[in-house]
């Protein structure tokens, strides 16, 4: 399902050189010179937004979600940087949202998120990325342990993660999985997120709402 081909093909293409822009935190930016309009860094936001869409689904192509709609996996990393946006999370929250998945699912190395997105996108990817030597549980409990030690940005990005995935639990399930294995996997979501929450009032609310209306919908759904 993963893309092995092609990768460094476009990585050295000449037309994805625009996609070095990784000045911009802390960089260009702060050296500016008065009278660069907001407008115009806004327009800078919005290229660095399709920037990282555009990365994320070549990245991910051919992969689909597991859900029965058989979605897009880029879909998932869309709605969560929207979440995000929606929601007044911090730039690179945002960006890193779009490519949170690379590093854990994808081609894509660390080393690859820096040259083109910069260290600080990289390090909340890395941040979000879980390390697919330990096993399965180990990495479920090290979530749930990890989670009050993570920058707000990462926290940030990690409750907008599992807001979008209880959301697919609830609508979407993957048709391999029962009704216990959904109902665990609210509980865990609501274990790491305990951890996550206290730093943007808006996405905590949204992530209440969420799990309760995940739980209400397994409840219905009770066989
Ligand atoms: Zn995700």
Same mark, same amino acid.
């Given at each position: 399902?993963? =893309?092995? &081909?092609? !990768?460094? !093909?476009? !990585? ?8 070095? $822009? ?6 260009? $930016?702060?050296? *500016? ?5 907001? &407008?115009?860094?806004?327009?800078? $936001?919005? #290229?660095?937004?399709?920037? @990282? ?24 990393? /869309?709605?969560? #940087?929207? /979440?995000?946006?929606?929601?007044? @999370?911090?730039?690179?929250?945002? *960006?890193?949202?779009? *490519?949170? +998945? ?8 660390? #080393? ?8 600080? /996108? ?24 990890? #989670?009050?030690?993570? &920058? ?8 907008? +993660? ?14 391999? !999985?029962?009704? @216990? =294995? ?29 799990? =309760?209306?995940?739980?209400? =919908? ?6």
């Amino acid at each position: 399902m993963f =893309r092995r &081909s092609g !990768w460094k !093909w476009r !990585w050295h293409h000449p037309d994805l050189a625009f996609m070095d $822009f990784s000045g911009h935190f802390g960089g260009p $930016f702060s050296v *500016l010179p008065w009278g660069v309009s907001t &407008s115009r860094m806004q327009a800078n $936001f919005a #290229a660095q937004v399709l920037r @990282a869409t555009l990365f994320a689904a070549r990245a991910h192509a051919g992969q689909v979600r597991k859900g029965a709609a058989a979605e897009p996996y880029v879909n998932h990393v /869309i709605e969560v #940087a929207a /979440i995000l946006a929606e929601h007044g @999370a911090p730039e690179e929250a945002i *960006l890193a949202g779009l *490519l949170h +998945d690379t590093v854990e699912d994808t081609e894509t190395t660390d #080393a690859d998120l820096v040259a083109v997105f910069g260290p600080v /996108i990289a390090g909340l990817v890395a941040e979000a990325t879980d390390d697919k030597e330990k096993p399965k549980e180990i990495r479920k409990a090290l979530q749930i342990s990890q #989670a009050p030690k993570h &920058s707000e940005a990462a926290k940030q990005l990690k409750l907008a +993660d599992k807001i979008a995935n209880l959301r697919s639990i609830a609508d979407s399930p993957p048709a391999n !999985w029962n009704h @216990a =294995r959904r109902i665990e996997y609210v509980g865990w979501a609501g274990r790491v997120a305990a951890g996550l929450k206290g730093v943007n009032p808006g996405l905590d609310a949204l992530f209440d709402t969420t799990y =309760r209306a995940a739980l209400a =919908r397994l409840a219905s759904e009770m066989p």
